[in-house]
């Protein structure tokens, strides 16, 4: 019988299947194991925060979900659809899946609408006036409509991150990925990117994010997940791990992050 803190947690009603469904994740590079069996399961609507110290999988396991990387075995669905890892397919995970990474990834000769536009014209072929406005609704969402004709090196750190939310939310995806995505930031920068998420959880956007933001965290999540050497080690709510945590994996991790 799998140890309570280890074993998958539902919180969407039994008989509604989870938006993500991940068994067995296994992912090695070369002789190293960075995700040793993950069993995790994400419902419609719920904010999970993975926590765990470098090094741990967390963002291996998010580039997974998104097909980024590709898994050695296991299983992983979306929305109702198996990861495959063909062209076509990936494609149509993609526009299920939204992700926001450490560092903007903005195209620095594209301006901030033409950031946003471009994948749901291109990418999913929709009409071109239509997604600018959408566009337009989205850069107003995150505060930036204003610069909407700026070059990205214009901006700071904080509004090319918001800028790169607006960009994957453009594509209408079920869920939101978010590696570290205030990692790169100056500190007085940090809280207008957390703003942005904080809406999104309250706009009932399904969202995974790895982040060293305790505070984030305890107030945002649903569900806490933290994870040592490519499993994961506890979970639950936010107080219930980051209050009283149950594994001496828990317990060690946020001593280190307390004496920081």
């Given at each position: 019988?799998?140890?309570?803190?280890?074993a998958p947690q539902d919180t969407a009603p039994q008989?509604?299947?989870?938006?993500?469904?991940?068994?067995?994740?296994?992912?090695?590079?070369?002789?190293?194991?960075?995700?040793?069996?993950?069993?995790?399961?994400?419902?419609?609507?719920?904010?999970?925060?993975?926590?765990?110290?470098?090094?741990?999988?967390?963002?291996?396991?998010?580039?997974?979900?998104?097909?980024?990387?590709?898994?050695?075995?296991?299983?992983?669905?979306?929305?109702?659809?198996?990861?495959?890892?063909?062209?076509?397919?990936?494609?149509?995970?993609?526009?299920?899946?939204?992700?926001?990474?450490?560092?903007?990834?903005?195209?620095?000769?594209?301006?901030?609408?033409?950031?946003?536009?471009?994948?749901?014209?291109?990418?999913?072929?929709?009409?071109?006036?239509?997604?600018?406005?959408?566009?337009?609704?989205?850069?107003?969402?995150?505060?930036?409509?204003?610069?909407?004709?700026?070059?990205?090196?214009?901006?700071?750190?904080?509004?090319?991150?918001?800028?790169?939310?607006?960009?994957?939310?453009?594509?209408?995806?079920?869920?939101?990925?978010?590696?570290?995505?205030?990692?790169?930031?100056?500190?007085?920068?940090?809280?207008?990117?957390?703003?942005?998420?904080?809406?999104?959880?309250?706009?009932?956007?399904?969202?995974?994010?790895?982040?060293?933001?305790m505070r984030f965290a305890r107030s945002v999540a649903?569900?806490?997940?933290?994870?040592?050497d490519g499993k994961i080690a506890e979970q639950g709510?936010?107080?219930?791990?980051?209050?009283?945590?149950?594994?001496?994996?828990?317990?060690?991790?946020?001593?280190?992050?307390?004496?920081?």
């Amino acid at each position: 019988m799998p140890h309570p803190d280890t074993a998958p947690q539902d919180t969407a009603p039994q008989d509604v299947p989870p938006l993500v469904r991940m068994r067995d994740i296994r992912k090695s590079f070369g002789a190293h194991t960075v995700l040793d069996g993950v069993d995790l399961d994400i419902g419609t609507g719920e904010v999970v925060v993975l926590i765990g110290a470098s090094g741990a999988g967390k963002s291996t396991l998010l580039r997974c979900v998104n097909g980024l990387e590709r898994i050695d075995s296991g299983e992983i669905v979306i929305d109702g659809r198996e990861l495959r890892y063909d062209e076509k397919s990936l494609n149509l995970m993609r526009r299920r899946v939204g992700m926001v990474f450490q560092h903007f990834n903005l195209w620095p000769h594209k301006s901030v609408l033409d950031n946003v536009t471009t994948a749901p014209v291109k990418v999913a072929g929709r009409d071109p006036r239509q997604v600018r406005d959408v566009a337009l609704e989205l850069l107003d969402q995150v505060g930036l409509k204003r610069f909407a004709d700026r070059y990205p090196m214009s901006l700071s750190g904080g509004q090319q991150q918001r800028v790169a939310i607006a960009r994957a939310l453009a594509m209408r995806p079920k869920v939101m990925l978010f590696d570290e995505p205030t990692s790169a930031l100056d500190p007085e920068l940090v809280g207008e990117v957390l703003a942005v998420m904080r809406d999104l959880a309250d706009s009932g956007m399904t969202m995974v994010a790895v982040t060293h933001e305790m505070r984030f965290a305890r107030s945002v999540a649903d569900r806490v997940v933290l994870m040592a050497d490519g499993k994961i080690a506890e979970q639950g709510p936010p107080t219930a791990v980051l209050d009283n945590p149950r594994s001496e994996r828990g317990r060690a991790f946020l001593r280190q992050v307390e004496s920081v």
